[in-house]
């Protein structure tokens, strides 16, 4: 016989979400679903990252530092990139397009991207884009020539990224609040240059 | 819930023998074909709605405060969901669906409970598969076996439990881009096993060699993978 719930709709998934937060009772702290969505709403934001890259358009000595260690650069300007993590900062370069995708799940640099877009999170960027790097950033708007490779990088273990993009022309008076103006959350993921 | 009718059994017979393809999931979606544009949001919020803000908020109360789970045993929570279930859900749905079955097999609450206070029912994932642990690992090793510029292969495993193999790397030929640091097996921390920690690497592989005759001209894919994923190639 079938399971006579199996017949039923599911909550609405709010309904279930207050549910498991009654069930649990006291066991919730008094203002920690608060806090947390506080402190997720002022430490996780791509803005960190822009001016992470600003910086290091800047700054030479920083740039190299970031690249040797982008935690600990990061963490120069107060920013910390990754939790257990650690981030590895991933350099463009007139002849080399990274761009960033979790295929698994949604594995992101909290700290210096933010808490991802619902796009990066999609089945559609997750599958596609190591298969057909290329065509799907030409659909979202980036069309890279020939002569530039482009490498895919895998969010699959306890390494996070975040791509430095080419500083773009024109700039040369800038100074870095201005610059980080200029630095979007998809140039930090890749799918914009 | 043993059952001792052969066809029952089969699927542990298998898995001994490596054949059961348990956790080839559809949480494993690089490279899977038929997924159509991506859809962009202008101005995208952080959370669309008060609920995934909380939901996001229970997993580092899951986590941290509770200390029920562990990360690695939140992902396959949520990768064991039920494939039609997973591809319908929004990204939070999965959080909370991964986090509420958690707290029902370690007995923090039941799911009695959350049904009859959500008034309908609270799909959850499905149970795990039992993982020993001289099935998933092959060389444990904190200090590095390779160095940048070396080949190597993914074994090729069809895992019962969880992995952070991508299925489009397994049996593949890279070579070392950089070497991480060591971090815990996911296969055996994402069961509640002691997990020693190994040298992570970031592996490049060709597009040519994941995607045959699908493959784009000029690109490539790195993939980040344990030590006990990778053995030396020719």
């Known amino acids: ?193 | 819930m043993e059952r001792s009718s052969p066809t029952a059994a089969l699927p542990r017979i298998l898995a001994r023998f490596g054949y059961f393809e348990g956790m080839d999931g559809i949480h494993d979606l690089g490279g899977m074909s038929g997924f159509g544009p991506v859809e962009v949001e202008p101005d995208e919020p952080t959370f669309h709605r008060r609920w995934e803000a909380r939901a996001f908020a229970l997993n580092a109360l899951g986590i941290r405060v509770l200390a029920a789970y562990n990360v690695h045993e939140y992902r396959h929570a949520v990768e064991r969901m039920a494939p039609a279930h997973y591809l319908a859900a929004s990204y939070y749905e999965r959080w909370l669906t991964g986090i509420a079955t958690l707290l029902v097999e370690k007995g923090v609450v039941s799911l009695a409970e959350l049904e009859a206070r959500a008034g309908g029912r609270f799909p959850l994932s499905q149970p795990a598969a039992e993982v020993k642990p001289d099935g998933v690992v092959i060389v444990t090793a904190a200090e590095p076996r390779f160095a940048v510029g070396d080949r190597v292969a993914v074994r090729d495993f069809r895992p019962a439990g969880h992995t952070r193999a991508p299925r489009y790397a397994r049996g593949k030929r890279g070579v070392v881009a950089g070497v991480g640091r060591a971090f815990e097996l996911p296969d055996l921390a994402g069961h509640a096993l002691p997990a020693p920690a190994e040298t992570t690497y970031r592996v490049e592989f060709p597009a040519r060699e994941l995607w045959a005759d699908a493959a784009e001209a000029g690109a490539s894919v790195v993939v980040d993978l344990w030590s006990s994923y990778l053995e030396p190639a020719p």
């Open chain 1, 1 to 193: 016989m079938k399971d006579p719930r199996e017949t039923l709709e599911p909550a609405p998934v709010e309904a279930r979400e207050r549910a498991l937060e009654q069930a649990l009772g006291a066991r919730v702290p008094a203002d920690f679903v608060e806090r947390r969505i506080e402190q997720a709403a002022e430490n996780f934001d791509y803005r960190n990252g822009a001016r992470v890259v600003a910086r290091a358009w800047s700054d030479p000595a920083f740039r190299a530092r970031l690249l040797a260690d982008g935690g600990r650069a990061s963490a120069e300007l107060g920013f910390r990139a990754a939790d257990r993590e650690y981030l590895v900062v991933l350099e463009n370069t007139d002849s080399l397009h990274n761009v960033i995708v979790c295929t698994q799940c949604s594995c992101t640099a909290w700290g210096v991207i933010g808490l991802p877009p619902d796009w990066y999170k999609s089945p559609e960027y997750r599958a596609r884009l190591v298969r057909e790097p290329r065509a799907l950033l030409r659909e979202m708007g980036l069309a890279l020539p020939e002569r530039v490779a482009v490498r895919v990088w895998d969010t699959s273990g306890e390494t996070r990224y975040m791509v430095l993009p080419l500083r773009p022309p024109g700039t040369e008076g800038l100074g870095e609040a201005k610059l980080a103006e200029l630095v979007t959350r998809e140039m930090l993921i890749g799918v914009a240059r």
